[in-house]
């Protein structure tokens, strides 16, 4: 669909379709896949993504564009970057080059976008990636291709792509890293412009069931301490067809010295960064002023498995949730977690209230003045006899998605088998899981429900999980079940959410 007649649509209808998420971010036509460009200026949340403006399915990537004061409302703005004569816009990242170093803004600030030119090599099929910078000196409205482009180019490695820059404060250098096929590459730079091979990572790192894409790499304080600060870097992995999980994103932690990344754990160990299907490509934002202080996260709430399948008409997918990063202590270790950005509570609306309810197989009925189709819910549950607990959301007498814990074997799980509408391809009907350990005998869930998501925050989210689910408009039931004995929710909050899109 064209962007145009979908505008033309009456305002009631904004945003009003099937399965149309209410305070998730989606273009208002056609088809995107990763944020990129991610970067904070003048006051406003940047956000670009790979968008292809003609159709529903992938195809010549552009950048799209939307701004935002507060990461859940955003403004819509024109396509930021379209193909040209060095090839198509792939994923990438923004800076704000606040001392002029590229010299394109006369010694003020202004942003310079890093990205991936794809074409082909000429007179053959084989892709060729190179990276270029295109710049804005009006905070992003209007976009000049750098005259240099590319800059950066590796004719023996064919997927070679995705580079997220950042500024180094100890060596005072730009550094880059980007996808290099099994690896990471790590390049410097005092220009942006010109750009030196520092070190490689990972070849024999992590997970490799996929080609290696839209890095990032960053410094977090350990439990909130300044003086204990790690380094994180995040690795997408493609879709392969052996792997039911498609794909997804792993991380590691340990040292960055302005051009080595070194790993603190053991070569073989994968630490991933979502356990659900439906988080991929996903980075942090640039230049979040200091006083803020926040690394907060976006990713694209889709899988390569599925992802030109999902069941939507006039746009296809959509972003997760804004979450803060953060590093914590775990029993296993340093291990990354992931809240909801604040600023959600702004959509809030009503709250109900529950303490100290057992819960068991005769209390299906206890939440059943609610339901919904756009809530969070925030619960603790205090383990007793039952062997399995949680809530089933999205109901219907055909439709359910169920989020619970399994005591035994001491595994959260979604089960979106009867979410809805799954035909479209055969691996998205699942049920999946991952360890969580109870903490003091309890298990805390905090759950965002949208039309067409479930997004889990397990454990102050030390453990996530977020999925796609595509139920009927009508199945908006909620429970709260337990099997084979009691479990006490010892809290539980409840808040409709409205839509950030419209005013009603
Ligand atoms: C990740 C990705 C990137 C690439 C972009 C193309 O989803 O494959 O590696 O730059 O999508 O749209």
């Known amino acids: ?37 991610m970067v904070y200026y003048e006051g406003e949340y940047h956000l670009f993504y790979q968008y292809h403006p003609h159709d529903t399915i992938w195809g010549p990537m552009h950048w ?23 090839g198509a816009i792939f994923s990438g990242s923004a800076v704000v080059d606040w001392h002029d170093s590229t010299e394109f803004f006369n010694g003020e600030s202004g942003l310079v976008a890093i990205f991936t030119h794809s074409d082909q090599y000429p007179g053959s099929d084989r892709p060729r990636q190179r990276q270029s910078l ?7 409205r209007t976009w000049n291709m750098y005259k240099g482009n590319p800059i950066l180019s590796d004719i023996k490695i064919t997927d070679f792509r995705d580079p997220k820059v950042f500024w180094h404060e100890n060596t005072k250098t730009w550094i880059m890293i980007l996808a290099a096929s099994n690896h990471v590459r790590i390049y410097t730079s005092q220009n942006l412009k010109t750009w030196e091979f520092a070190s490689e990572f990972g070849s024999k790192s992590g997970s490799h069931a996929g080609v290696w894409e839209c890095p990032d790499l960053f410094e977090l304080p350990a439990d909130g301490k300044n003086e204990n600060k790690k380094w994180v870097m995040i690795v997408s992995i493609g879709n392969e067809a052996a792997y039911a999980e498609g794909s997804r994103t792993q991380y590691f932690i340990g040292d960055f010295d302005g051009s080595t990344f070194t790993n603190d754990n053991p070569e073989e160990m994968i630490l991933w960064l979502d356990h659900g299907r439906d988080n991929y490509a996903g980075v942090t934002w640039s230049d979040v002023p200091a006083k803020d202080g926040r690394r907060i996260f976006i990713g694209w709430m889709s899988n390569w498995k599925y992802a030109n399948e999902t069941p939507t008409k006039v746009w296809r997918s959509a ?6 990063l953060k590093l914590v202590t775990t029993n296993d270790g340093a291990r990354l977690s992931q809240t909801p950005i604040t600023e959600l509570e702004s959509l809030r609306e009503g709250n109900t209230k529950l303490e100290n309810s057992i819960i068991n197989e005769n209390a299906a009925s206890v939440l059943s003045n609610l339901k919904g189709k756009a809530f969070e819910l925030r619960a603790e549950f205090e383990l007793d006899t039952a062997s399995e607990f949680g809530f089933k959301v999205r109901m219907s007498k055909d439709e359910k998605t169920i989020i619970g814990y399994n005591v035994n074997e001491k595994k959260l799980f979604i089960d979106r088998q009867s979410s809805g509408e799954a035909s479209f391809n055969s691996f998205f009907a699942c049920n999946h899981s991952a360890i969580l350990e109870p903490i003091q005998n309890r298990i805390k869930m905090l759950i965002f429900v949208d039309w067409s998501s479930v997004e889990v925050f397990a454990n102050n989210g030390e453990l996530v999980m977020t999925d796609l689910i595509f139920p009927d408009s009508n199945s908006q039931g909620l429970e709260v079940f337990a099997v084979d004995g009691n479990v006490k929710l010892t809290s539980l909050d409840f808040y409709d959410l409205k839509s950030c899109w419209r005013k009603k």
């Open 1 to 37: 669909m064209k962007i145009e007649e979908h505008k033309t649509s009456s305002s009631e209808k904004y945003y009003l379709e099937l399965h149309r998420p209410q305070f998730h971010f989606t273009p208002e036509a056609n088809w995107m896949n990763d944020p990129n460009g």
């Open 64 to 86: 799209g564009h939307a701004v935002s004061k507060d990461l859940i409302h955003w403004e819509h703005l024109p396509i930021a970057l379209s193909p040209d004569e060095n």
């Open 134 to 140: 295109a710049y804005s000196t009006d905070k992003g």
């Open 319 to 324: 972003m997760t949730l804004p979450r803060e």
